[in-house]
């Protein structure tokens, strides 16, 4: 059995490939994708780690930034930063990754707990834990991060605790509604007529078919949190100075930028544009592989 559901998986994950290979912008996407996440698995190759942490960018001291050169091939920050750019751009890809995808996958779990025994129980069980859902979605999501980042210590990891804490919402709405869709389906009242548990309708008839719209955002919001850590990077509410971070780069080399050192902002900029640019155009193609009411508008076009 636990095979069979192996088989079925990889066959449907093979097919929802392929569609996405079919089309051009999905498959820019792809490559993009493709191309971080090799950076970041050859970054000691590439870039050959500063122990004890290899996220702490070795200093150039030099007075003022100096520009590419075949030994410092993104050139250097100046001073306070002093920083090797690209080296920060190779490590700070690790750092990306590690951090869309520990947010991103905490929050879709919150979500998928909260928002599924929300809509299957319903009643009073579902007043309160919407009420509490509602309660975060009423507050902008960066000027809670920044209000729950500034009050904790600067570190990594309560960056992502802050961002974990004002993402799952989004994700409790969507299962939420999701759920509500599925629940009354035939073969769920089937489930409940032959004495299934609750645990295995919910997570074995009722959220494999409403999944779908989280993965969606899912994969959108993996470079949006990128987007959004270096923004409290940048403010100085993410990690300590000195780390191999998008943001904290572009925010020690923004001083230089009207003395034409466009090189300190230029490099992690790209890097977290192209980030952001390959997530969008890959949740753009799932959409449309995974939504059928888009398939249907295909076709009818």
């Given at each position: 059995?636990?095979l069979?559901y192996i088989?079925e998986?990889?066959?449907?994950?093979?097919?929802?490939?392929?569609?996405l290979?079919?089309?051009?912008?999905?498959?820019?996407?792809?490559?993009i994708?493709?191309?971080?996440?090799?950076?970041a698995?050859?970054?000691?190759?590439?870039?050959?780690?500063?122990?004890?942490?290899?996220?702490k960018?070795?200093k150039?001291?030099?007075?003022?930034?100096?520009?590419?050169?075949?030994?410092?091939?993104?050139?250097?920050?100046?001073?306070?930063g002093?920083?090797d750019?690209?080296?920060?751009?190779?490590?700070?890809?690790?750092?990306?990754?590690?951090?869309?995808?520990?947010?991103?996958?905490l929050?879709?779990?919150?979500?998928?707990?909260v928002?599924?025994?929300?809509?299957?129980?319903g009643?009073?069980?579902?007043?309160?834990?919407?009420?509490?859902?509602?309660?975060f979605?009423?507050?902008?999501?960066?000027?809670?991060?920044?209000?729950?980042?500034?009050?904790?210590?600067?570190?990594?990891?309560?960056?992502?605790?802050?961002?974990?804490?004002?993402?799952?919402p989004?994700?409790?709405?969507?299962?939420r509604?999701?759920?509500?869709?599925?629940?009354?389906?035939?073969?769920?009242?089937?489930?409940?007529?032959?004495?299934?548990?609750?645990?295995?309708?919910?997570?074995?008839?009722?959220?494999?078919?409403?999944?779908?719209?989280?993965?969606v955002?899912?994969?959108?919001?993996?470079?949006?949190?990128?987007?959004?850590?270096?923004?409290?990077?940048?403010?100085g509410?993410?990690?300590?100075?000195?780390?191999?971070?998008?943001?904290?780069?572009?925010?020690?080399?923004?001083?230089?930028?009207?003395?034409?050192?466009?090189?300190?902002?230029?490099f992690?900029?790209m890097?977290?544009?192209?980030?952001?640019?390959?997530?969008?155009?890959?949740g753009?193609?799932?959409?449309?592989?995974?939504?059928?009411?888009?398939?249907?508008?295909?076709?009818?076009?």
């Amino acid at each position: 059995m636990v095979l069979q559901y192996i088989m079925e998986a990889y066959a449907g994950f093979e097919k929802v490939l392929l569609e996405l290979y079919s089309n051009p912008l999905s498959r820019m996407g792809l490559f993009i994708i493709a191309g971080f996440i090799l950076i970041a698995a050859a970054a000691p190759i590439l870039a050959p780690p500063n122990y004890p942490d290899p996220y702490k960018i070795p200093k150039v001291f030099s007075p003022e930034p100096l520009p590419p050169s075949r030994e410092h091939p993104f050139g250097t920050s100046g001073p306070p930063g002093y920083y090797d750019i690209y080296y920060g751009v190779i490590w700070g890809t690790r750092i990306s990754l590690r951090i869309s995808l520990l947010v991103v996958g905490l929050a879709v779990a919150i979500g998928i707990i909260v928002g599924s025994i929300a809509a299957y129980f319903g009643g009073i069980i579902d007043n309160i834990l919407m009420r509490i859902t509602d309660v975060f979605l009423s507050l902008p999501g960066l000027i809670l991060a920044m209000a729950i980042a500034s009050i904790m210590e600067r570190t990594l990891e309560n960056m992502i605790l802050a961002l974990v804490i004002v993402w799952w919402p989004g994700y409790a709405r969507i299962i939420r509604g999701e759920v509500l869709r599925v629940k009354n389906e035939a073969y769920v009242e089937a489930a409940k007529i032959v004495g299934l548990s609750t645990f295995r309708i919910i997570f074995r008839h009722i959220l494999p078919n409403a999944f779908y719209p989280v993965l969606v955002v899912a994969s959108m919001d993996l470079g949006l949190v990128v987007l959004v850590a270096s923004g409290l990077g940048f403010l100085g509410l993410g990690a300590q100075p000195g780390t191999a971070e998008w943001g904290i780069m572009i925010s020690e080399g923004r001083n230089w930028l009207l003395q034409g050192a466009w090189w300190p902002i230029f490099f992690p900029g790209m890097a977290i544009f192209l980030w952001v640019l390959g997530w969008s155009l890959l949740g753009d193609g799932l959409r449309d592989v995974l939504d059928p009411r888009t398939k249907k508008r295909g076709v009818l076009a």
